[in-house]
């Protein structure tokens, strides 16, 4: 069946480092790919996306590129703030149902 | 514009009580409804889902259940809590994002604490 994997955490970086967090999905067909952020206490919240091929999802400087050739949709940003730290899932559209990565936790130190 | 809401935001329920946790969309029609759970520091456990009035498809089994009376209404109910029971409980609706795509968005979630 679909299934989405990504990078271990916890993973902690000082502020305005470079961050990628690995996503590599499993599929048959051309799922729709997201990535949710998760703020301590709360519910998530949709932080980008791509629908196919090529397309590149961005929002608040982050972004993702679906990769169909090595089935990827790495999450990255250039300059990490504080206020990034919380929990991000990647995950991918199925029928009726998104599936979701475990998560991975990311603390930025300031 | 549409909007989740879940109530309550909290609670703490003995072990054996009955639950019931509701969540209500704004804004939409038909939407897909879906119950998840997480336990602390773990991923998302999708529980139930819904794509219409009555029409509940369970993905885990276990000692709750859900149902949905109204369009846009979805409750989360058990008989009796297990201490297991505890942890995040989440609803989300779906909504039809461009070309097909179907981009999940959530509700503030409801604490649940069994003691």
């Known amino acids: 069946g679909d299934s989405v994997t990504q990078m271990e955490g916890p993973v902690t970086l000082s502020e305005e480092a470079f961050l990628t967090i690995n996503c590599t999905y499993t599929a048959t067909g051309y799922p729709s790919l997201f990535w949710y952020v998760q703020y301590p206490g709360e519910g998530l919240q949709l932080l980008l996306k791509a629908t196919k091929a090529d397309d590149k999802g961005s929002n608040k400087g982050f972004e993702a590129t679906y990769r169909k050739e090595t089935t990827s949709f790495h999450l990255e940003k250039g300059s990490v703030q504080v206020s990034d730290s919380a929990v991000y899932f990647c995950a991918l559209s199925g029928d009726d149902k998104i599936i979701f990565g475990k998560g991975t936790r990311l603390h930025i130190l300031p | 514009s549409q909007t989740i809401h879940q109530w309550p935001a909290t609670l703490v329920q003995p072990v054996g009580s009955p639950l019931s946790l509701e969540c209500t969309v704004e804004?939409?029609?038909?939407?897909?409804l879906y119950w998840y759970r997480q336990a602390a520091g773990r991923g998302l456990q999708l529980l139930f889902y819904s794509v219409g009035i009555g029409q509940i498809s369970s993905e885990v089994p276990q000692n709750l259940s859900a149902s949905r009376p109204q369009d846009r209404q979805f409750i989360l109910s058990s008989k009796k809590l297990l201490l297991s029971d505890s942890g995040f409980y989440l609803c989300?609706?779906?909504?039809?994002?461009?070309?097909?795509?179907?981009?999940?968005?959530f509700g503030p979630g409801t604490r649940l604490t069994v003691l």
């Open positions: 989300a609706w779906t909504q039809l994002a461009g070309a097909g795509t179907k981009a999940q968005y």
């Open positions: 804004g939409t029609s038909n939407p897909n």
